[in-house]
């Protein structure tokens, strides 16, 4: 158990002390240890031995103030710089320009139109029955000459004188006295004989 313990303090102090104290410790029992045996001369290893002792020296010095030294912070890379989107400036628009000339339309004259007047469609005149047209003096057969019908005379004096007839001759009809009265011819009649004093006679119906 003691030895143990002398084991795990020397382990300790080994680690504390540093190689380079060990050694110079081992150097100085060695260079005493000479000495004794030489007194009188300095051989060429102690002088080496001396050199090695002052260079572990200083390596131990050196691995203690490393030991003590402030570490420098952990270098922190900057995160990867992202670039932003390259902006394509859309083309310039060119406005299109439209010239409108004005076109001269010259206004129409105004141009009556010429209402043409309907042209009067006369009628035409009919042809007038022979058989009752104006009838003067005379003989006339009915039907042939003459229209059956109303007849007027148009005489003024008193000596007026008509007679309607059958086929064998007798008489009708007849009347001697004033002019302008009427006359019936019926369509059984022959023959009318009309006188210069009644004047002319105008078929009424």
Same mark, same amino acid.
């Given at each position: 158990m003691k030895?143990?313990?002398i084991?795990?303090?020397?382990?300790?102090?080994?680690l504390?002390?540093?190689p380079g104290?060990?050694l110079?410790?081992?150097?100085?029992?060695q260079?005493?240890s000479d000495?004794s045996?030489?007194a009188t001369?300095?051989?060429?290893?102690?002088?080496r031995a001396?050199e090695l002792s002052?260079?572990?020296n200083?390596?131990?010095?050196d691995l203690?103030?490393?030991r003590t030294?402030t570490v420098?912070p $952990?270098?922190?890379?900057? &995160?990867t710089?992202?670039?932003?989107p +390259?902006f %394509? !400036? =859309? *083309?310039?628009? /060119?406005?299109r320009v439209?010239i409108?000339?004005?076109?001269?339309?010259a $206004?129409?004259?105004?141009? &009556?139109?010429n209402t043409?007047?309907? +042209?009067? %469609? !006369? =009628? *035409?005149t009919p /042809?007038?029955?022979?058989?009752?047209?104006?009838?003067?003096?005379?003989?006339y057969?009915?039907g042939k000459d003459?229209?059956?019908?109303?007849?007027?005379?148009?005489g003024t004096g008193n000596d007026?004188?008509w007679?309607i007839?059958?086929?064998?001759g007798?008489?009708?009809n007849?009347?001697?006295?004033?002019a302008g009265?009427?006359?019936?011819?019926?369509?059984?009649?022959?023959?009318?004989?009309?006188?210069?004093g009644?004047?002319?006679?105008?078929?009424?119906?």
């Open positions: 030895l143990t313990k084991l795990l303090i020397v382990a300790g102090f080994i504390l002390a540093g104290y060990i110079a410790i081992l150097a100085s029992s260079m005493t000495r045996a030489y001369s300095v051989p060429p290893w102690q002088t001396a002052t260079q572990l200083q390596s131990s010095i203690a103030d490393s030294k420098y $952990t270098y922190t890379p900057y &995160p710089q992202t670039f932003l +390259t %394509t !400036i =859309p *083309p310039t628009q /060119t406005a439209v409108v000339t004005p076109t001269y339309t $206004t129409p004259l105004f141009t &009556p139109t043409l007047t309907p +042209t009067q %469609t !006369i =009628p *035409p /042809t007038p029955d022979p058989l009752k047209t104006i009838k003067g003096p005379g003989y057969l009915v003459i229209a059956s019908g109303v007849w007027r005379s148009n007026c004188y007679e007839d059958t086929l064998t007798d008489i009708i007849n009347h001697f006295g004033l009265g009427t006359m019936y011819i019926p369509p059984t009649a022959f023959q009318v004989r009309m006188e210069a009644c004047g002319n006679w105008a078929f009424l119906q």
